[in-house]
């Protein structure tokens, strides 16, 4: 399956929320031109390298990261 052209200035957001009080915890956003750029992966990237981001500021559970493969 192929990701749909953006329109110019589109923005793509990416969110993740508390698993214990759904909370927001972080939110990515790119204006994608080009999907070749991985921007998906680059979100990703910098959620999980932070721990900051993780961490819920409602109740304090942190988002553990993805064990590496």
Do not use: I
């Not at 052209?5 to 009080?21: H, I, M, P």
């Not at 959620?47 to 590496?68: D, H, I, N």
């Amino acid at each position: 399956m192929q990701e749909r052209a953006r329109r110019k200035g589109e923005v793509d957001r990416f969110q993740w929320f508390c698993q214990t009080c759904d909370h927001p915890l972080h939110e990515e956003s790119f204006t994608v031109a080009d999907y070749n750029a991985d921007p998906v992966s680059k979100a990703y990237r910098n959620f999980f390298e932070s721990e900051a981001f993780r961490t819920c500021k409602a109740c304090g559970t942190v988002m553990p990261a993805p064990e590496s493969t």
